[in-house]
Each structure stands twice: as C-alpha cells, then as structure tokens.
C-alpha cells in the first residue's frame, strides 16, 4: 500500500536551517508529484510547496519562496523540504503528500504522518 | 492568489443528522475543489476530489457538489467516527491554498 514515511520533528533556533526527508514506498514515486502542507498549531493547512514528478517544475507559498526548497531523489524514493532563514512563525507540522496524479491540478491522496518543526530560541 | 472561503467554521450536529459545509472560491476553478477530513492529532485524509468525486474506500454518505466558484460537502445521517474537521482545497492553481476548515462537534 502507499506509504509515506517522514522523518523526526526538531526544535530550531531563528534563523537556523532544517531539511525534512519523507520516504515513499507502495508506489512508483518518479510518477507523482509531491507537495508539502504544513499546519501551525491550532490553525488550519497551509500549502506550501509542490515539485512535479520529473523534478523539472516546483512551486512555492509567497511565505516560504526565497527560503525552502523542495526536492526528490527518485533513487532513494524520498521527498525532501530544506529550510533555511527559518522564523518563529515556521513552526508547525510539516506534511509530506502525493498528488493523486501525474498534473499538479490533483488532489492529495496520501499523507505522511507529519513531523513537527518548532523554531524557537 | 485565489481565495477559499468556507462555512460554518463550527458546526453543532447529532449523530443521524445531515449536514453540508460550503466553499466558496474567489474566483471560478472549474471543478478543481477536494474534501479532507482531519481528527485530532492525525494527518488529512482525502475524501473528494473534482468536487464530486468519492475517493476509494471512503463511505458514500459523503457527497460533494458545485463547480465554478461554489462548492458544498454534504455528510448524510452523520456517524460518531464523523466528528473531525473538515478543509476544502483548491487545486486549480498555485499557491493551492485551503479553506479555514469546519469542526464538526456533538
């Protein structure tokens, strides 16, 4: 079955960088795009990322454009977020998900189980 | 940025009632709305996708409806595992953004 894997929260300090990894399985990874969506405490989802499945296209939230970067690595199956310049308002749970198809217009069909980033001091 | 705005942002409700949560785009998206359901401490699951469409494996009490800029998830004869928060998504164009979500609460 499709799996998404995400690796461990972390506290980071302002400023400070942080790369989430998320491993695919049950699937063929190269054929999807990915995205990730985070959820500040208590507030709703925030899209923020997707990359297309051939890697060529990716896309960004205007908060996080300029400072996160997505990337895959289609021989590891595995997502990545690396996050720099991070703030106080980054934190949150970060998800990794799979667009239901090979166009960046699906929907989410399978979510990682979340991995919660807090930017503090 | 195209704008999703949803309502209630709470709902009170019994189990075995019908209830629908509407979204409303602020500018038209054709059909490329989806329906997540979220319980505490839990990721998103996916419930509708292109506005209507029930994704496997999920209940056929759920329906969604609309196309243009309004859209509506409606839950017949509610069940007690239906309690959970609710978020229209937009998938036309980026950034893909979210409605505010609807709790629904006994």
């Known amino acids: 079955q499709v799996l998404l894997v995400q690796s461990g929260g972390h506290l980071v300090k302002p400023g400070g960088s942080l790369r989430l990894s998320c491993e695919a399985s049950?699937?063929?990874?190269?054929?999807?795009?990915m995205t990730w969506v985070r959820q500040a405490p208590g507030k709703g989802l925030e899209w923020i990322s997707y990359?297309?499945?051939?890697?060529?296209?990716?896309n960004y939230a205007d908060s996080v454009r300029g400072r996160f970067t997505i990337s895959r690595d289609s021989a590891k199956n595995t997502l990545y977020l690396q996050m720099n310049s991070l703030r106080v308002e980054d934190t949150a749970v970060y998800y990794c998900?799979?667009?239901?198809?090979?166009?960046?217009?699906?929907?989410?069909?399978?979510w990682g189980q979340g991995s919660l980033v807090t930017v503090s001091s | 940025d195209i704008q999703m705005t949803q309502s209630p942002s709470t709902l009170s409700a019994s189990v075995g009632d019908r209830i629908t949560i509407t979204c409303r785009a602020s500018q038209t998206i054709r059909n490329f709305v989806n329906w997540y359901q979220q319980k505490p401490g839990k990721a998103p699951t996916l419930l509708i996708y292109?506005?209507?469409t029930l994704q496997s494996g999920v209940p056929s009490r759920f329906s969604g409806s609309g196309s243009g800029t309004d859209f509506a998830l409606t839950i017949r004869s509610l069940q007690p595992e239906d309690f959970a928060t609710y978020f229209c998504?937009?998938?036309?164009?980026?950034?893909?953004?979210f409605g505010g979500g609807t709790r629904v609460e006994i």
């Open positions: 292109a506005a209507s």
């Open positions: 998504q937009q998938s036309y164009s980026s950034p893909q953004g």
């Open positions: 990359i297309s499945s051939s890697d060529t296209y990716t």
């Open positions: 049950g699937f063929i990874f190269s054929d999807y795009y």
């Open positions: 998900a799979r667009t239901q198809s090979a166009l960046a217009t699906g929907s989410l069909d399978s």
